[in-house]
């Protein structure tokens, strides 16, 4: 029996077209999840009649209709429900609960997706080739290793490429826990990726061998890169499988330090904000007085200094007091 888990990439991204008019509520998201599912299943069978994976999904969801009219009858559904009275509503809230008592690990188990090896074996060849890249780019910017100008530059494109790549393919893989990623998304993920490594990896390059006015490009590749991923994040639609978007619904009724201390919050976006301040101004005292090569300590200290205010303020103990 063939295995549509992982063939339906064309289907979840009509069907997240179809909603992209609707104000999505809890309520919706169920109906879409129920509808992503029979969707799955009717796929498998137009696939089993010979048609390919991208017509079968076209034809699935051609055979749904308006989704609009699903969702009204939905709506009207749970209306009449809600008018038989607080018993009915009472029976159905507790058959809802019985179906959410599966805890995660279990439900993680049930819907377990086995790595492809092929994957597996791409993504740590490349995580080789770029971490022998990187070291050697580090080693070449000390005494150690007399690299020319124009090695560790190419070590700095080769460390961004494998790393963008196993990004790209890491995302178009589908997982135990999200659906796999349209291809062209997957692949600008990767190419931001990739771009905002290669630029951060270039910026000593030129400090130690170059003329300081090519940190201009470093500087645009960085914040080109970081511009596409802030854009491909904001216009990113909802991945994780049905089970998945359970399990948070689940978890969001906890809530966190920051919710319930709004105040909290703020402190610590000025904290991070100051830290920050502090990382970037002992950038050029450290190169200036120490030398360059050991300026990206300040990053490392700044990023360092930021997660420990933040385990301090969700987890320490006077988080657990105001508790």
Known sequence: MTDHRSSGGDLHRLLDEAFVDIEVTPEIQDLKEEIRGNLLARMGELEASGLSQPDAARRAIAELGDVRELVDLDTDDRRADAARGPVAAGSAARGAAASRTESAAAAAIRNHVRPNPAFVVRTVVLSIIGGAALVLLVLGLTPLLAFGAGVPV?????????????????????????????????????????????????????????????????????????????????????????????????????????????????????????????????????????????????????FVVMMLVLARMLFGAKAEKTD
């Not at 796999?180 to 270039?202: E, H, K, Q, S, V």
């Not at 809530?255 to 610590?268: I, L, Q, V, Y």
């Not at 904000?273 to 360059?292: M, N, R």
């Open 154 to 302: 190419a070590l700095a494109a080769v460390f961004g490429l494998a790393l963008g790549a196993v990004t790209a393919d890491a995302l178009s893989q589908e997982t135990t826990t999200n659906h796999r990623m349209p291809a062209g998304r997957a692949i600008g993920y990767g190419a931001a990726t990739g771009l905002l490594l290669a630029g951060l990896a270039f910026t000593p390059v030129v400090i130690v061998h170059l003329d300081l006015a090519w940190l201009v490009l470093a500087g645009a590749a960085v914040i080109g890169s970081i511009g596409a991923l802030s854009y491909l994040g904001a216009t990113q639609t909802n991945r994780h499988k049905p089970w998945v978007v359970q399990q948070h619904r689940q978890a969001a009724t906890i809530g966190d330090r920051f919710e319930k201390d709004p105040a909290a919050g703020a402190r610590f976006g000025i904290y991070t904000a100051v830290i920050w301040t502090v990382a970037f101004v002992a950038i050029p005292i450290i190169g200036f007085t120490a030398g360059w090569v050991w300026a990206p300590l300040a990053f490392v200290g700044g």
